[in-house]
């Protein structure tokens, strides 16, 4: 690189990002199953908080398109795609002490996917940013393999 920094904030910042398309992903298929084919979802009303299984998965439908989209703006270091991802994900995870009754584990798994996204979207912005944004054409080492660099010379067998 040219710089000589690290790049690791921003692999959080592409960790976060590809967390949304994950998870987004996961909400659209569980809201289209809830649509098509209520028969499927397993809920019982004493340990599920639900009105109503249609607009449960229109909710899951919603929220994951809504996820898509920040997600896919994070990976393109866009500062809007940063704060409605903050307020995105604390309301997912919010979300998830609701279905805690009916789906421990996953309630769990969600809510720590929520709190390393969270982590990423909090820390570091400025210089995560500033390298997902990077110019690689002004890196002289651009396009070679370690090995065609100077510090890797070749061997002449």
Not at 70 to 83: D, E, K
Not at 117 to 136: G, I, K, N, P, Q
């Amino acid at each position: 690189m040219a710089t000589g920094r690290s790049r690791g904030w921003a692999g959080w910042i592409a960790f976060a990002g590809t967390m949304l398309l994950v998870i987004s992903s996961i909400n659209i298929f569980q809201g289209f199953v809830a649509l098509i084919d209520d028969e499927r979802v397993v809920a019982t009303p004493d340990k599920f908080v639900l009105v109503d299984v249609t607009s449960w998965g229109w909710t899951l439908i919603l929220s994951g398109v809504l996820m898509l989209g920040i997600g896919i703006g994070l990976l393109l270091g866009m500062t809007w795609a940063r704060f409605a991802g903050i307020v995105v994900v604390a309301l997912h995870a919010v979300s998830q002490v609701a279905w805690f009754g009916a789906y421990p584990i996953w309630a769990i798994l969600m809510i720590t996917f929520d709190t390393f996204v969270l982590f990423a979207l909090t820390a570091r912005w400025s210089a995560a940013r500033e390298d997902l944004r990077y110019d690689d054409q002004a890196d002289s080492m651009y396009g070679q393999l370690p090995r065609e660099t100077a510090a890797y010379p070749r061997r002449v067998t």
